[in-house]
């Protein structure tokens, strides 16, 4: 059964572009604007496969804007570097002491920081105008922050399974900024990637599980980290990605097979092809890479896949998928071949 799309996934299909100005809704709100897709950003270091390159870190700069938007509070003293940053951890969180476990646990497996979105005004394409403001994860809203933490394990134990004794592909998972919001009488959207930041919607519609929060997250990582490969997936699934939509258009019945997962847009059609959504190639490229994460763990967790592997589809699907596994993930691929 396909699962209707109230709250996306990603807002845009690459990081969202902050554009100066207001509105009437909100004057100090800034205006988020998920048309403009191919915003670049400048990253740093993602996981490298080599180990003597440093491994990526959450600065201290970036965790006090995060933790608090007005930098740094006073009551760390001249702390630095993890001291300082598990102390801004306990003060953000004091009010909700199982809060503040699970935001320190995250930052000590991880190095992701569990902050606060901004109040702010965002073109949401499709979607139309939304307010989001800030939102921490403590009390009736903790339970996201369990979410996020048990998808960051989980995406720990899954690289280190599947890249056990290969090499590590220059991807990055982890090191990263959540900035926790709530969109007001609204739940889109779910959430969205920004340059090694993800924000998240404690209303959002999709992140109502655990499951569903791991799947969402990965689907915005890869956002990252295609920008952070020159913005690859219009340079190198645009072809392909055209052919099917002027072979099907929005018909779900003819882009059935070429689909990633079944995620479909309400009133619209399967998420990867839903346009009026930045550049709709950006998404396919993320549902492609949440497709590859969905069957590498099944065949690590089970040892088969429950439904066809999507590299058996249409020709179009295999190229697509041997170039985004070669680029992305080392060209590691452990479901068998097609026969």
């Known amino acids: 059964m396909k699962r209707a799309l109230i709250l996306v996934a990603a807002i845009a299909c690459t990081p969202a572009a902050t554009v100066a100005g207001s509105v009437a809704a909100s004057d100090s ?24 390159v440093p491994a990526p870190r959450v600065s201290d700069q970036e965790a006090a804007n995060v933790l608090f938007t ?29 809060a503040k476990d699970l935001a320190l646990a995250l930052y000590r497996e991880t190095g992701d920081v569990a902050g606060l979105g901004q109040d702010e ?46 090499p590590t592909p220059k991807y990055r998972w982890r090191a990263l900024t959540a ?24 209303k ?17 990582f890869f956002h990252m980290n295609d920008a952070d490969h020159q913005d690859w997936s219009p340079h190198n699934l645009s072809s392909d990605y055209d052919a099917i ?24 059609t399967y998420y990867a092809f839903q346009q009026n959504n930045g550049t709709p190639v950006h998404e396919y490229g993320a549902e492609l890479a949440l497709r590859w994460y969905k069957e590498q763990r099944a065949m690590l967790h089970d040892k088969k896949l ?6 058996c589809g249409p020709p179009e699907n295999a190229r697509s998928w041997k170039a985004l596994v070669d680029e992305f993930f080392a060209g590691r691929d452990i479901v068998p071949a097609c026969p």
């Open 245 to 268: 939509l002027k072979k099907c258009g929005a018909s779900t019945a003819c882009l059935s097979p070429y689909a990633p997962n079944d995620t479909v847009v309400r009133g619209g």
């Open 70 to 98: 007005t930098g740094a509070p006073p009551g760390c003293g001249d702390m630095k570097g993890d001291a300082a940053i598990e102390c801004w951890l306990g003060l953000r969180y004091a009010s909700d002491p199982a």
């Open 306 to 311: 429950s439904q066809k592997a999507f590299k």
């Open 179 to 202: 900035r926790f919001m709530r969109s007001v009488d609204r739940t889109t959207p779910s959430a969205y990637a920004s340059p090694w930041t993800f924000s998240y919607n404690v």
């Open 121 to 166: 005004i965002m073109n949401g394409g499709f979607r139309g105008m939304l307010h989001l403001v800030p939102e921490p994860p403590v009390g009736q809203y903790r339970k996201h922050l369990e979410w996020v933490l048990a998808s960051a394990r989980d995406f720990e134990s899954f690289f280190k399974d599947l890249y056990a004794g290969q």
């Open 204 to 220: 959002g519609s999709l992140l109502t599980s655990e499951g569903a929060v791991r799947e969402t997250l990965f689907h915005e």
């Open 29 to 52: 709100s800034p205006v988020t604007d998920a048309s403009v897709a191919d915003a670049a950003f400048v990253a740093d270091s993602a996981v490298a496969p080599d180990s003597a």
